[in-house]
């Protein structure tokens, strides 16, 4: 492995090819958004000489937060837990606006050096593992290529070049705009304008409230309810402790005290539903005011956290629909007409613009062709060693957050767990990791029953029924077991080449 950092643009020495010799990286990470700097700043930390290098396939840093852009685009957890542990946060917002995510990923990316590793506007298609070479060859969409020894996918679970659209029936006829949040247009505006926006899930809360005091009417057209809860804008315990303590310790606290609400919240919904829905039931009407539109229109099926839990922050959803320039409408598509769209039950919403708010295309490592010794590796077909590698897959790891809790908890930890491991093989003189296949995996990597996660069940890696292949979502027993988890069980490891 090199410690210096290798100029793209310089042969290498010594004997001369008829082609120039790919850039080499020791670790080579693919996406700068909220995991990939976070990724990166650990590694750094870890190894200062071994050489790094980020690739976007976008000309920013943010990822998410750069991507999304539709009125009211926010976190849907508090920032204490979904920041960096190294870096705290600091503003007074808990559940802040995209923007203000963005720089703070922005921030923590220049001020570390980070932002100068990143080769932005290099979109990853694949990437090859030579067994005889020990590394990574990964190729982008201008047909270049990289080498790497170890390839750290930090590009979320979704796709960004296409959400979630449904055929809906009729739409050609409709006279409006149907926009996708997704891809909102920069040259939309919604003032005085009738908005129909379909979906019920946490990008639908947050547009309503956002567009409905400029709007003629917003209505929230929804299949079936989700479950919804109220949280302050702004945490309360975390200004008094911001009051008394320097900043560093009021960030920990306040982090520790949400990561336990939120985990025993969740805990409680898992053991006592029917307890925990009663709850939601009874702040649902303390915010409306009114029981019976709260049991049509916010009285699930499923039980809580079947679904990712949404929240409102300052009741600003109920605000709206109290003053009635908002209201939800729970009912299904017959078909968009002319003038916007007819339901089963016969009624037309009017509507100039629809929003279709019905979720994300979900896609593993950032749909990334790989391949080992040239044969394809099917990832729906591997088991997910410790929710961050690939059962037979050397050298790879990717990152995917917690389901029931702020994705940068999860994400750490992963950080971290590539750090041990690469230590580990620098130490003995190891140069390939690669996890074994193990037997009987069978379970789905993400565990919740929302429409978006269960179309891509079989693209994803499945879980075992044993540790280190079962994907536990619990960050308090993680946080204890991942820094003493053995990375040499169920692995397999050959040694660097002299």
Same mark, same amino acid.
């Given at each position: ?18 082609? =120039?010799? !790919? =850039?080499?990286?020791?670790?080579? #990470? ?24 980020? #690739?976007? /396939? ?60 990143? *080769? ?9 593992w030579s067994t005889p ?5 990964? *190729? ?7 080498? %790497? ?6 590009? &979320? ?8 659209? =449904? ?8 006279? &409006? ?24 899930? /946490?990008? /639908? ?7 409905? +005091? ?8 929804? $299949? ?8 302050? !804008? ?15 310790? !009021? ?14 919240? @969740?805990?409680?919904?898992? $053991?006592? +539903? ?6 939601? *039931? ?9 029981? !019976? ?16 839990? %949404? ?9 709206? #629909? ?10 299904? #598509?017959?078909?968009?007409v002319p003038s916007g ?25 950032? &749909? ?7 044969? +394809?590796?099917?990832?729906?077909? $591997?088991? /997910? ?5 690939l059962s037979g897959v050397?050298?790879?790891?990717? %990152?995917?957050? @917690? ?6 908890? $999860? ?5 971290? @767990? ?24 069978? *379970? ?55």
């Open positions: 492995m090199t410690a210096a950092e290798p100029d793209p643009g310089v042969p290498a020495t010594g004997p001369q090819s008829s082609e =120039p010799r !790919a =850039p080499h990286y020791d670790v080579l #990470i693919v996406g700068a958004g909220l995991s990939g700097i976070g990724a990166a700043w650990r590694l750094r930390e870890a190894f200062p000489g071994k050489t790094l290098s980020i #690739i976007e /396939a976008r000309e920013a840093i943010g990822g998410t937060w750069d991507l999304f852009r539709y009125p009211g685009v926010r976190s849907d957890s508090d920032m204490f837990t979904l920041s960096y542990p190294f870096r705290p946060w600091t503003d007074t917002q808990s559940l802040a606006s995209g923007d203000k995510i963005r720089d703070y990923i922005q921030r923590t990316a220049d001020e570390s050096g980070i932002t100068r590793d990143i *080769r932005f506007g290099s979109k990853v298609i694949a990437a090859d070479d020990a590394r990574w060859t990964v *190729r982008l969409a201008d047909d270049s290529t990289l080498t %790497c020894d170890f390839l750290y996918a930090c590009t &979320g679970y979704y796709s960004y070049d296409s959400g979630y659209q =449904p055929d809906f029936p009729g739409l050609g006829s409709f006279k &409006g705009r149907l926009v996708h949040p997704q891809f909102w247009p920069a040259d939309l505006d919604h003032t005085g304008k009738r908005v129909v926006v379909i979906g019920s899930g /946490a990008t /639908a809360v947050t547009l309503v409230p956002a567009m409905a +005091p400029t709007a003629a009417h917003v209505t929230m057209l929804q $299949r079936s309810p989700s479950y919804l809860t109220s949280l302050p !804008a702004r945490d309360v315990v975390a200004g008094t402790l911001r009051r008394l303590l320097p900043a560093r310790a !009021a960030s920990t606290l306040t982090r520790a005290k949400n990561v336990l609400l939120t985990q025993g919240f @969740y805990q409680l919904a898992r $053991r006592r +539903p029917q307890r925990v829905r009663s709850m939601l *039931r009874k702040l649902a009407i303390r915010g409306l005011g009114d029981e !019976a539109y709260v049991d049509e229109h916010f009285k699930p099926r499923y039980d809580p956290w079947d679904q990712r839990l %949404c929240v409102i922050p300052g009741g600003d959803l109920w605000e709206e #629909i109290r003053a009635g320039r908002a209201s939800v409408v729970t009912d299904h #598509i017959d078909t968009f769209v007819r339901l089963r039950s016969g009624r037309v919403l009017e509507a100039d613009i629809v929003v279709s708010a019905t979720g994300l295309t979900l896609l593993p490592i950032g &749909g990334i062709d790989l391949t080992v010794d040239g044969d +394809p590796v099917k990832i729906g077909e $591997r088991a /997910a060693y410790r929710g961050l590698m050397p050298n790879l790891a990717y %990152c995917i957050g @917690y389901t029931n809790a702020s994705w940068t908890l $999860r994400a750490d930890l992963s950080h971290r @767990y590539v750090v041990r491991l690469l230590r580990h093989l620098d130490r003995r003189g190891l140069a390939v990791a690669t996890p074994t296949t193990p037997g009987g995996q069978g *379970r789905p990597l993400l565990d919740l029953s929302s429409g978006y996660v269960q179309r891509a069940l079989d693209v994803f890696p499945r879980q075992g029924d044993r540790d280190p292949w079962l994907v536990r979502q619990n960050y308090l027993r993680d946080l204890i077991t991942s820094p003493r988890a053995d990375v040499t069980r169920d692995m397999t490891f050959q040694e660097a080449r002299s």
